[in-house]
Each structure stands twice: as structure tokens, then as C-alpha cells.
């Protein structure tokens, strides 16, 4: 199973305004597993399709979820 592409297919298939929230313990990935996703997420996003944002800012693993709004 390839990560990326599920992720990517996942994000292609929500409706437009509709949010996705991810963490890495929801996908079971290690915080530096996850770290790439978040790198090709945002890279991904200068795209335009759509955008993410950090999610829980006070909690102490906010680096390790995020959330996919799509455009």
C-alpha cells in the first residue's frame, strides 16, 4: 500500500470546502514518518487544489496532525 497515493486519492475525493483532518497516529506513521507526508502535503498544496493548516496549536503533538481543506 503506497501512503502517498492514498492520500492523494483521499484528498481528490472530497468535496470542494470539505475538510479532512490527518495525524500520524490515525495513519499509524512514526512523527518523522509523518513529517515527510506534511513536506509533500505542502508542497502539494502550492498546487492549489488545496490547502492545509496546523491543527490543535496548544496541543504537544500539533506537529504530528493536520488538516486538508479542499478547493
Same mark, same amino acid.
Request: aromatic residues 8%; hydrophobic residues 40%.
Given at each position: 500500500?503506497?501512503?502517498?497515493?492514498?492520500?492523494?486519492?483521499? &484528498?481528490?475525493?472530497?468535496? *470542494?470546502? @470539505?475538510?479532512?483532518?490527518? #495525524?500520524?497516529?490515525?495513519?499509524?506513521?512514526? /512523527?518523522?514518518?509523518?513529517?515527510? &507526508?506534511?513536506?509533500?502535503? *505542502?508542497? @502539494?498544496?502550492?498546487?492549489? #487544489?488545496?490547502?492545509?493548516?496546523?491543527?490543535? /496549536?496548544?496541543?504537544?503533538?500539533?506537529?504530528?496532525?493536520?488538516?486538508?481543506?479542499?478547493?
Amino acid at each position: 500500500m503506497d501512503i502517498l497515493s492514498d492520500i492523494t486519492q483521499k &484528498i481528490s475525493a472530497l468535496p *470542494t470546502g @470539505e475538510t479532512w483532518e490527518i #495525524s500520524a497516529r490515525s495513519l499509524w506513521l512514526s /512523527h518523522s514518518d509523518f513529517h515527510s &507526508i506534511r513536506v509533500f502535503l *505542502t508542497r @502539494e498544496a502550492e498546487k492549489g #487544489s488545496f490547502s492545509i493548516q496546523n491543527i490543535d /496549536h496548544m496541543a504537544p503533538d500539533a506537529t504530528t496532525s493536520l488538516q486538508v481543506i479542499k478547493h
